[in-house]
C-alpha cells in the first residue's frame, strides 16, 4: 500500500457502474466484496478498491476520519 493512496480514497469518485460518481471510501461494502469475488479492475482504480475493501472487511473505515475531518476543514 502506498501511504498516498488513503487520501485517494477520500478524493477519487467510481468512474463507472452503480455507484458512478460515489467517493471510493463511501462505496458500500457489499459492492467492494462483489469485486473481491469477481475481481478487481487493473491499474490505480483496482488497488484503491481492493484497499478500500481490506478496511471495510477488517472494520477500519474508522482510520479515514483523522484524513476525512482534514478535507473538510475551510480553506481544503
Given amino acids: 500500500m502506498k501511504p ?6 477520500l478524493t477519487r469518485e467510481m468512474p463507472y457502474g452503480k455507484y ?11 459492492y467492494l466484496g462483489w469485486f473481491a469475488r ?3 479492475p487493473r491499474g490505480e482504480l483496482g488497488e484503491l478498491l481492493a ?9 477500519l473505515r474508522a482510520l479515514l476520519d483523522p484524513l476525512r475531518a482534514g478535507l473538510q476543514r475551510p480553506g481544503r
Avoid: S, T, V
Fill in 4 to 9: 498516498e493512496h488513503l487520501l485517494l480514497l
Fill in 20 to 30: 458512478q460518481g460515489r467517493k471510493i471510501a463511501d462505496l458500500p461494502g457489499h
Fill in 38 to 40: 469477481e475481481g478487481f
Fill in 51 to 59: 484497499l478500500m475493501y481490506e478496511l471495510d472487511h477488517n472494520d
